[in-house]
């Protein structure tokens, strides 16, 4: 089994394109069994995108619907198993997030990170320990060390910027909470498989935990 946890859907303003077509054909073609998907970045709203991957999602089972809010959005689809936020490109503030969460519960919530947010929201993961949230693109910062041993309800996907070595050192920490993540079509799901498959540091037991069984056991909990 093999889960993508971080997958955009939508036409960028970087000019890479990820569409349902394209999507659904790098699945087959990496043998991926199910995926995360949100809408990529956007300057007109994501409602509409939001509803086009619910509707996806509803259409084909090996998506798993994720939406994208801005701090002014306020529809939050009864169907969507999580939500993505990022920080930077929609301008969140840590207290924007955190007028948020009374209305996440039920949902996980993934967010883009770096060194100086992950320090910035550890305070707030652990207020909300019943809400599972998932950092993308985990890098062995000493900040993003320091959150994944305090908090128990945060995980790490290893979109483009965990490299193999930070692998093994999240995954002797906790190796339940390293999730694999693409980044499609900011990367691509070979190179991104490659990078754990290879992985050196760490044995095809864990490379295992990472690439599916770890989000299989999530996305079991929150349902």
Not at 31 to 57: L, S
Request: with cysteine.
């Amino acid at each position: 089994m093999i889960i993508d946890f971080h997958t955009h859907l939508g036409f960028a303003v970087t000019k890479a394109d990820s569409n349902e077509t394209s999507i659904l054909s790098s699945l087959k073609d990496n043998n991926i069994t199910k995926v995360v998907v949100f809408p990529t970045k956007t300057i007109e709203g994501y409602e509409v995108m939001n509803n086009q991957v619910i509707k996806f999602a509803e259409q084909n089972p090996e998506i798993i619907p994720f939406i994208r809010l801005t701090p002014e959005s306020n529809c939050i689809p009864k169907k969507a198993v999580g939500v993505k936020i990022h920080p930077l490109a929609d301008e969140w503030s840590i207290n924007d997030f955190k007028d948020l969460m009374p209305r996440l519960k039920g949902l996980i919530v993934l967010f883009h990170s770096d060194k100086h947010l992950i320090r910035e929201f550890k305070p707030l993961i652990k207020e909300f320990p019943d809400i599972k949230f998932v950092a993308a693109h985990g890098s062995r910062t000493k900040a993003h060390l320091e959150a994944y041993k305090e908090c128990p309800n945060l995980y790490y996907d290893t979109s483009i910027k965990m490299s193999p070595y930070s692998m093994k050192v999240f995954t002797s920490i906790d190796e339940k909470r390293v999730l694999f993540g693409s980044d499609h079509p900011f990367s691509t799901q070979k190179i991104e498989l490659m990078r754990v498959k290879l992985n050196p540091y760490i044995n095809d037991r864990v490379k295992n935990l990472i690439l599916g069984l770890n989000a299989q056991e999530l996305l079991n909990k929150k349902q």
